[in-house]
């Protein structure tokens, strides 16, 4: 069965840097595209940042150049470091992949940056 946890969410100052990251079991991770999304209330289910199999990368346009994202094949691991948060990156932040013709996700992380 496939699993995704995220951890390191929390609460800093606008600002500030925090370190997300995906632990997942299940599938054979090295084949497969990640992302992350977040999800603020009121505000619709956005995708973040993407990386595949092979290295190549992609952010949303408003994180770019704040939020970078990394992965580690041999560790079953995917990292978002997340630098000069602003209130508004404020949101539950979740891993996800596909597979198996599936959508697979994590519980999901809270982050909260105080203005």
């Known amino acids: 069965q496939v699993y995704l946890k995220e951890s390191g969410g929390g609460l800093v100052q606008s600002g500030g840097s925090l370190r997300l990251s995906c632990a997942a079991s299940?599938?054979?991770?090295?084949?497969?595209?990640m992302a992350w999304y977040r999800k603020a209330p009121g505000k619709e289910r956005e995708l973040v940042a993407n990386?595949?199999?092979?290295?190549?990368?992609s952010y949303a346009e408003s994180v770019q150049c704040r939020l970078y994202v990394y992965r580690n094949n041999a560790r079953n691991t995917m990292t978002l470091q997340m630098n000069s948060l602003k209130p508004n990156d404020s949101a539950v932040y979740y891993c996800?992949?596909?597979?198996?013709?599936?959508?697979?996700w994590g519980p999901g992380a809270q982050v909260t940056v105080s203005g």
């Open positions: 996800k992949t596909s597979a198996f013709g599936l959508d697979f």
């Open positions: 990386i595949t199999s092979s290295g190549p990368k």
């Open positions: 299940g599938i054979n991770f090295n084949i497969y595209t």
